[in-house]
């Protein structure tokens, strides 16, 4: 049977592409290790791979990505979001599917391969593992761990406000949870632009957040960040406050815009049919104010 093998550097992914004749269809599964939906992907993927018998040349071949780690390819595929699967044959793009739905991706694996092995000679198919919830661990608050960006002077990157909870020694997890809560809500108004991102600005630790600050720099938007892999505490419990489960996660004025992609696609939206959409959080509007 087939597995699902992980690519670890662009020169094996580039090996493996150069080595499949133009009859295979690749599948690859870009992910991150942290994000429990990731998981529930490479669990329907690995046994739909179980589905496929290892022939020369492969039918199917079933490959998975980290997308922060390998950001170039990640770009080359648009990958915005995690989990992201896209179905190959011959180098050429057949189909792109973003999200969790286990169904719709066995579905379009199924479509551009079809079933073989045990799985076609029973007509059956095999069970796709239930979803996965994610639940954020509960943990005691710490301090804010907020950097000012080096040299951001020209796009006008400005840097969030600590805010720091103290928790009780005999607090319960209800508490806890409650005390950080207290403490996101704050955090997500400190600025009225906050972008919750790996690594600063100036030094950005993954393609999606490097993605992010080129599009709030490219339109001047004035803002404040937060570097979530500084504290695990606003790692973890973001994700469940804003019910979004990955990063980054761009914020206007207390309320969640959204991700990379939902932010790449409104900003473009909105600018196409009212050209001052951002222009009060622009570093000339400050300027001006000042």
């Known amino acids: 049977m087939s597995t699902l093998n992980e690519i670890t550097s662009e020169a094996e992914f580039k090996s493996h592409l150069e080595s499949l004749p133009s009859s295979t269809l690749l599948v690859i599964n870009f992910h991150t290790p942290w994000a429990a939906p990731c998981a529930q992907m490479r669990t329907v993927l690995s046994t739909l ?11 199917v071949s079933f490959v998975s990505i980290n997308a922060e780690e390998l950001p170039d390819i990640s770009e080359e595929y648009d990958v915005t979001a995690v989990p992201f699967v896209v179905l190959i044959r011959d180098k050429k793009v057949l189909e792109s599917i973003s ?5 719709k991706v066995r579905d379009a694996v199924e479509r551009h391969a079809g079933r073989s092995g045990a799985d076609a000679a029973s007509g059956t198919k095999a069970s796709i593992p239930p979803a996965l919830n994610a639940v954020p661990r509960e943990t005691t608050t710490s301090g804010a761990a907020t950097e000012a960006p080096a040299g951001e ?5 400005t840097t969030t406000a600590t805010t720091t909870a103290t928790a009780p ?3 319960t997890p209800e508490q806890s949870k409650e005390a950080l809560f207290k403490r996101l809500s704050e955090l997500v108004k ?3 632009v906050m972008l919750f991102m790996k690594g600063t600005p100036s030094a950005p630790q993954c393609g999606f957040s490097r993605q992010m600050v080129s599009i709030l720099r490219e339109h001047g938007v004035k803002y404040g960040f937060f570097n979530i892999l500084a504290d695990e505490d606003v790692r973890q419990g973001l994700k469940e406050f804003a019910d979004w489960p990955t990063y980054p996660q761009l914020w206007v004025k207390g309320e969640l815009v959204g991700g990379l992609d ?6 473009k939206e909105e600018l196409s049919s009212n050209p001052d959409f951002l222009k009060e959080f622009t570093v000339q509007s400050s300027a001006a104010a000042a």
Request: avoid cysteine; proline fraction near 12%.
């Open 49 to 59: 791979a179980a589905q496929f018998p290892v022939t020369s040349p492969p039918t």
């Open 99 to 103: 999200g969790s739905d286990a169904a």
């Open 153 to 157: 002077t020209t796009n006008g990157a």
């Open 169 to 171: 020694a005999a607090e």
């Open 190 to 192: 400190a600025a009225p």
């Open 262 to 267: 939902i932010v790449d696609i409104q900003v």
